[in-house]
């Protein structure tokens, strides 16, 4: 069982960055992939980002690659996402995600309760 907590959404110009942390229950917190996936309003959650449990393989949504990094550091149990070059297609609640393995699409096995971040034009 893991349990996942989100911060740092919030109100962005467009251009600006925000940085998302995820930080996780559990002492096997290294032995999960961990992802972010985000839903806008009306719309369905869709994958934004994954990195395996060593950190070593990360994968990306084509919407976002270039902008965001994710990364984790296993000694704090936490998983980021590092915004960059935000837009306001970028708005949506975003959410960590974990699962044992590598998961490329919203079909991940625990979910934090979500954050939201706004992009402002």
């Known amino acids: 069982q893991v349990h996942l907590v989100e911060s740092g959404g919030g109100l962005v110009q467009a251009g600006g960055s925000l940085r998302l942390s995820c930080a996780a229950s559990?002492?096997?917190?290294?032995?999960?992939?961990m992802g972010w996936c985000r839903q806008a309003p009306g719309k369905e959650r869709e994958f934004v980002a994954a990195i395996s449990w060593s950190g070593i393989i990360t994968y990306y949504a084509d919407s976002v690659k270039g902008r965001f990094t994710i990364s984790r550091d296993n000694a704090k149990n936490t998983v980021y996402l590092q915004m960059n070059s935000l837009n306001p297609e970028d708005t949506a609640v975003y959410y960590c995600?974990?699962?044992?393995?590598?998961?490329?699409?919203?079909?991940?096995?625990?979910w934090g309760q979500g954050t939201q971040v706004t992009v402002s034009s």
């Open positions: 559990g002492r096997t917190f290294s032995s999960y992939a």
């Open positions: 995600a974990a699962d044992r393995i590598v998961v490329r699409h919203p079909g991940w096995d625990y």
